[in-house]
Nanobody, 127 residues
Framework: QVQLVESGGGSVQSGGSLRLSCEAS????????MAWFRQAPGKEREGVAS???????AYADAAKDRFTISQDNAKRTLYLQLNTLKPEDTAMYYC?????????????????????WGQGTQVTVSS
């Protein structure tokens, strides 16, 4: 079983920054991909950024140049640095992970490729 616990959300003004964290525990051995998704009220969940075991990253167009995904393998923690936040970034942000043994795992912004999800952390950006 894998547990993902997000933290770091909050309320900021437009142009501000936040750093989200996602701590993984449980059966986290092997190759993996991890990602941040977000869902705003009335909208579908969308992928924001993804990273895999070897540190390859992928970003949604809305996240490029403003958000940075990173990881600390020793702490089994995933991060998302959010800079120059805009009101349209307001959403619940979710951490997701998928693990496999014996195969290389690519990054992905497709929610269907993730088996494990956290409960989410709210980010609210005011104008």
């Amino acid at each position: 079983q894998v547990q993902l616990v997000e933290s770091g959300g909050g309320s900021v003004q437009s142009g501000g920054s936040l750093r989200l964290s996602c701590e993984a525990s449980g059966a986290t051995d092997g190759q993996y991909r991890m990602a941040w998704f977000r869902q705003a009220p009335g909208k579908e969940r969308e992928g924001v950024a993804s990273i895999n075991s070897v540190g390859s990253t992928a970003y949604a167009d809305a996240a490029k140049d403003r958000f940075t995904i990173s990881q600390d393998n020793a702490k089994r923690t995933l991060y998302l640095q959010l800079n120059t936040l805009k009101p349209e970034d307001t959403a619940m942000y979710y951490c997701a992970a998928s693990y496999a043994r014996g195969v290389f795992v690519f990054t992905s912004l497709n929610a269907q490729r993730y088996a494990h999800w956290g409960q989410g952390t709210q980010v609210t950006v005011s104008s």
